[in-house]
């Protein structure tokens, strides 16, 4: 009968293992991922990793780098604590030196598996290529007006330190010109006040051994314009002048950005703009007053500014009260049909808010056309604002009293039979 008595005892044992499944849970963190070097200078190197794939569940201390001498087999860790940073830089080496190395994750379960180089690092100067590094303003023209100064600086990278050379056109620097000063990091380039002669292209060279980087640095020195030439009144009719004038003999070694146009009439002696940056090398001047005696003069603008003087018309413009006489030519009835053709066109104009304003146009054609007035491409329809005139083949169209909203682009459009043409402007109200 005691026989049976171990049999309770096989149940006893299988609580035992029940704690083992936790024991899992616990297992150290996998290894680094990626381990490579970064930069090697003459006495230190840089690695890089990843996170471990796996970190376990009370997470990452950090990580250890151990190194060890080729031909060693004693591995000191660098870090005495661990860190979290996934790159690291180990100091204090002798150039030479060929250093094995390895990474371990840490956690509160133990450390990973290192993860490792397959190859020793070797400790030296790694030659670093020449390269400029011109900054983003000075990749495209860089502009100064006379008399300013020109200071520059253009950091470069290299190593051991490259040598730097400046020309212009191939040719070595004018020193009573530009002075340069060079570090091992940027080169300094200065002009105490620029005159017209120093632009041009100028070369920057930074050489080590046979390997080098060039750049180009294009310098456009200006100043204001001259005045117009040989500004001409071309025609007085109506309320209106013609003007024409030739380009300045020197632009100031920058683009002509338009014609300023002024008028004056005899009685105050007064000069008033009636056009800004009139792109074109003649303009039409209207809404002129009966009985008053006009002179004109005409400045040229570039990027500086307006040129110091204008260019003034020999004449002077009388506008006289209009005949209304009409001598009818004496032409075969065939030759008579022809389609609308404006023979002057509308010009842009300003006026002053609260003044009536005029625009004019002439027109011929055969039969006589029929006119449509629009504002910002829409038609002008019986509207007490707009009176609208065409006399002699002169259109004309008053505004009244106009607000700015009455400012925008204006479009005479003349229709017959044989087809139609349009001329617009543009009327800004101050």
Not at 97 to 107: C, E, L, M, Q
Not at 157 to 181: A, F, M, Y
Not at 269 to 274: A, D, P, R
């Amino acid at each position: 009968e005691a026989t049976p008595a171990p049999e309770p005892a096989p149940p006893a044992e299988p609580p035992a293992p029940e704690p083992k499944p936790e024991k899992p849970k616990e297992e150290p963190p996998s290894s680094p991922l990626a381990l490579a070097v970064e930069e090697v200078s003459e006495n230190s190197f840089t690695l890089t990793w990843k996170a471990p794939e796996r970190t376990g569940r009370a997470g990452l201390d950090g990580y250890v780098v151990e190194i060890c001498k080729d031909g060693s087999s004693d591995w000191k860790a660098v870090n005495q604590e661990p860190f979290l940073s996934t790159r690291y830089t180990v100091p204090n080496l002798s150039s030479g030196d060929k250093i094995h190395v390895r990474v371990t994750a840490v956690s509160g379960s133990g450390a990973s598996a290192p993860a490792s180089l397959e190859q020793p690092v070797l400790i030296r100067e790694i030659l670093q290529l020449p390269k400029i590094r011109m900054p983003r303003h000075l990749r495209e023209t860089y502009v100064r007006r006379v008399g300013d100064a020109v200071n520059i600086m253009i950091p470069f990278q290299g190593k051991p330190q490259p040598e730097v050379t400046w020309t212009k056109g191939e040719q070595p620097l004018d020193t009573s010109r530009v002075n340069i000063r060079n570090t091992a990091r940027d080169t300094i380039f200065y002009i105490r006040q620029a005159q017209r002669g120093d632009s041009g292209h100028y070369q920057l060279t930074v050489r080590i051994n046979g390997a080098e980087d060039k750049a180009t640095l294009h310098i456009q020195v200006v100043e204001p314009p001259g005045p117009p030439q040989n500004l001409k009144l071309v025609d007085v009719w109506g309320f209106n002048v013609a003007l024409e004038w030739a380009p300045p003999a020197d632009n100031g070694n920058a683009e002509i950005k338009g014609y300023r146009v002024q008028k004056s009439d005899k009685k105050s002696g007064k000069w008033f703009t009636v056009l800004e940056r009139c792109s074109r090398t003649s303009c039409t001047v209207s809404d002129l007053i009966i009985g008053n005696t006009y002179s004109f003069r005409v400045f040229s603008e570039n990027s500086c500014g307006l040129s110091d003087s204008a260019a003034v018309a020999s004449g002077v413009a009388h506008i006289e009260k209009t005949k209304t006489t009409y001598q009818p030519e004496k032409i075969p009835q065939r030759d008579m049909m022809e389609p609308p053709k404006f023979t002057q066109p509308l010009t842009d104009r300003t006026t002053t808010r609260g003044y009536s304003t005029h625009l004019f146009c002439s027109v011929r054609g055969f039969p006589q056309p029929k006119i449509i007035w629009l504002k910002n491409q829409m038609e002008i329809r019986e509207d007490p604002k707009y009176i609208a005139m065409i006399e002699q083949g002169v259109c004309s169209l008053e505004i009244r009293k106009p607000s700015p909203f009455d400012g925008g682009v204006y479009t005479c459009k003349a229709v017959n039979p044989l087809g139609e043409a349009s001329v617009d402007c543009r009327l800004d109200v101050k």
